[in-house]
C-alpha cells in the first residue's frame, strides 16, 4: 500500500483542512495518526522528532527537543527513562541540566559531549558544554515495605489506629500518605476456658467451653473443636462452631464415634489472625459408653443355716467403660420391695476388680430369700439379672473339700504319710466372696471365729481312701476314718504307685472327695 503525508492547516471539531486537495478515496478515513506536532513547516520545528529523511533531518533533530527527549531516544541504553530539570540563565548567561537516570542500572551511566557544536546569535563568543557526576547512581528495590510501631510496644490492642508515611530526602519531608482503613493492634486469641466432656451415649460425647479470657484484640468469630484417640492428635478430626450469638458458654456434640474407645479433645479460638492456642478438655480424654449388660450365670446356692452365696459370670458387654462395681441384693420378696430390713433384706456394692461371689450372711432359714445381681460402670447400674434358682432357705449343709492334700512316702516299709487342710470353699464349689482364681474366707457362723466352709456343723471325721487305680476300682485299696487332719496309711505293697483322696464329714452327711488324686509309690 502506498501513503502520502499531509500537512493539516487548520482544525475545526471534528473537521481538518490540509494544505493541498487530498488525492485519496473519499470517506471516513479508518485511521489517522500524528507524526508531528507544532505549526508551521516540519523541518522548522523545536518538537522533538526521530530521525527521517524528509521529515526530521539531522540538521532538524539538532535544534530540536528538549534534553529529556533526547537522552530518551537512546535506546536501548535509556530503557526506562530520565528526569530532566533545568536552571537558568545565570548571570554568566549559563544553563544547567540536572538529569537523573531511572534505570535500576547502579552507577554504570557515564555521560559524555559526542560534538559540541554551540553557537552564540551574534557570533561574537563561544560557548562549550561540560558534564559533571554529582551523584553516584545507586539501585533502589520498589519504594515499599513494613515496620513494627512502636518497636517496644505500648499500643491498646483491640484500639484502631490511624496510619500515614511521608517519604523524606535532603530537603525534607514529603505530604504524607494516609493508610485507606485504621487497625487495630491484632494477636490471636487465647485458649477457651471451662473446656469440659462428658459422655452422651455409647457413640457420643460432648464438649462444653466459655469464651477466652483474651480475645486478641479482634472478635472472636468460630471455635474448632478436634478430636482424636491418639494423646498427640495424629488423624484428628474436627468440627466449626460458627454460631455464636447466643453467647457462652458453647457446647459440641460428638457423633459416630466407637464404644469403648477413649477419645482426646480440645478446642481453639480463631480471629481475624488465625487460631489461638488449643486447650485440652476435662478429663483429658473420656470413652463413649452406656450401661453394662447384666451379669450372666447368676448362682443363688446355699452356704449354711444362715448363710447364702451368689455367684456370677461377667456380663455380655461392659458397655464401652470398665465395670468397677457389682451389686448384689436381697430380699424375701420376688419384686425386691418388702418392708424388711437389714439382715433379711439389703444391698451391697463389691469391687469388681476382686470380687465375682458375696456371701449373705445372718440370715433366717425360715424365710425364702430372692436375690440378683446388677454390673455398675461409669454411665452408672446396668439391669439387673435374677438368680438361679430364682429363691433359696439357708440350711444346713456338708462341708467342702478338703485342700492342700499331700502325700510322702513313710519311714517304714509299706506306708504313706497323708495330711491336709480344712476346706476353703464351701460344698457347692462357689466360693463365698473373691473368685475362683483368687478366693476370700467365708464369713463365720454368730459367735464361731472358724470359717463357714462346715456347712453349718462341725466336722468330726475325715475319711481317707487309696487304691491302686486312678479311678478307685482296683484290689488293691481300701478306707480309712481319722479325726485329724493327717494319717499314715499302712500295710501297702512296697513299690507300688497309690492314688489318695479324702473327704470331710459332719452331721449332715459327706461332702465330696477332694479333685485332686495324688499318687504316691509305697516303700
Not at 201 to 206: A, D, G, I, P
Request: proline letters at 7%; aromatic letters at 10%.
Amino acid at each position: 500500500e502506498n501513503f502520502k503525508n499531509y500537512i493539516v492547516a487548520t482544525v475545526s471539531g471534528s473537521l481538518a483542512t490540509l494544505t493541498e486537495p487530498f488525492e485519496g478515496i473519499g470517506g471516513i478515513q479508518n485511521h489517522t495518526f500524528r507524526y508531528y506536532g507544532g505549526r508551521g513547516n516540519p523541518t522548522y520545528s523545536r518538537i522533538h522528532c526521530s530521525y527521517d529523511s524528509i521529515l526530521c533531518s539531522d540538521e532538524v533533530i539538532k535544534r530540536s527537543g528538549s534534553m529529556q527527549a533526547k537522552l530518551e531516544e537512546l535506546k536501548p541504553t535509556v530503557k526506562v527513562g530520565v528526569l530532566v530539570d533545568r536552571d537558568g540563565p545565570s548571570l554568566l548567561n549559563e544553563f544547567t541540566w540536572r538529569v537523573t537516570f531511572l534505570d535500576q542500572a547502579g552507577s554504570d551511566y557515564k555521560v559524555n559531549v559526542l560534538d559540541s557544536s554551540l553557537a552564540t546569535d551574534d557570533g561574537h563568543f563561544s560557548a562549550s558544554v561540560l558534564t559533571t557526576l554529582v551523584i553516584d547512581g545507586e539501585a533502589y528495590s520498589k519504594c515499599s515495605g513494613s515496620m513494627i510501631i512502636p518497636s517496644n510496644g505500648g499500643l491498646v490492642k483491640g484500639l484502631q489506629y490511624h496510619g500515614r508515611v511521608s517519604a523524606i530526602n535532603s530537603i525534607g519531608y514529603s505530604s504524607p500518605a494516609t493508610a485507606n482503613n485504621p487497625q487495630a493492634p491484632i494477636i490471636v486469641p487465647g485458649p477457651p476456658t471451662a473446656v469440659t466432656l462428658d459422655v452422651v451415649s455409647s457413640t457420643e460425647l460432648r464438649v462444653m467451653f466459655s469464651s477466652p479470657v483474651d480475645n486478641g484484640g479482634d472478635a472472636v468469630t468460630h471455635y474448632l473443636v478436634e478430636w482424636s484417640t491418639s494423646m498427640s492428635f495424629e488423624n484428628v478430626q474436627s468440627s466449626s462452631i460458627d454460631f455464636l450469638e447466643g453467647g457462652s458458654p458453647f457446647f459440641k456434640i460428638i457423633q459416630g464415634l466407637v464404644m469403648g474407645e477413649h477419645y482426646f479433645v480440645r478446642v481453639k479460638a480463631w480471629n481475624s489472625e488465625g487460631y489461638g492456642i488449643p486447650q485440652s478438655s476435662t478429663p483429658v480424654s473420656l470413652n463413649p459408653h452406656q450401661t453394662p449388660d447384666p451379669p450372666l450365670y447368676v448362682r443363688l446356692e446355699v452356704t449354711s443355716d444362715s448363710m447364702l452365696t451368689v455367684g456370677w459370670n461377667s456380663p455380655m458387654s461392659d458397655g464401652g467403660d470398665t465395670i468397677t462395681l457389682y451389686r448384689v441384693e436381697w430380699d424375701t420378696l420376688a419384686t425386691f420391695s418388702s418392708g424388711n430390713s437389714l439382715p433379711h433384706k439389703g444391698y451391697v456394692d463389691v469391687d469388681a476388680s476382686v470380687h465375682s461371689s458375696y456371701t449373705v450372711n445372718l440370715l433366717s432359714s425360715k424365710k425364702v430369700y430372692f436375690t440378683r445381681v446388677f454390673a455398675l460402670n461409669g454411665a452408672g447400674l446396668g439391669p439387673s439379672q435374677v438368680s438361679s434358682p430364682l429363691y433359696a432357705s439357708p440350711a444346713k449343709q456338708v462341708p467342702g473339700k478338703v485342700r492342700s492334700l499331700t502325700a510322702t512316702p513313710g519311714t517304714l516299709h509299706g506306708t504313706v504319710d497323708v495330711q491336709w487342710q480344712l476346706p476353703f470353699i464351701p460344698h457347692h464349689d462357689v466360693p463365698c466372696a473373691g473368685t475362683y482364681e483368687v478366693p476370700k474366707e467365708c464369713p463365720t457362723l454368730y459367735g464361731s471365729d472358724t470359717p463357714c466352709t462346715d456347712g453349718g456343723e462341725e466336722i468330726y471325721e475325715f475319711e481317707v481312701e487309696f487304691n491302686e487305680r486312678d479311678d478307685f476300682l482296683g484290689s488293691d485299696g481300701g478306707r480309712k476314718i481319722v479325726t485329724a487332719s493327717l494319717t499314715s496309711l499302712e500295710h501297702l505293697t512296697s513299690g507300688r504307685p497309690y492314688y489318695i483322696r479324702v473327704l470331710a464329714r459332719n452331721s449332715i452327711g459327706s461332702g465330696h472327695f477332694t479333685s485332686q488324686h495324688l499318687s504316691v509309690v509305697a516303700p
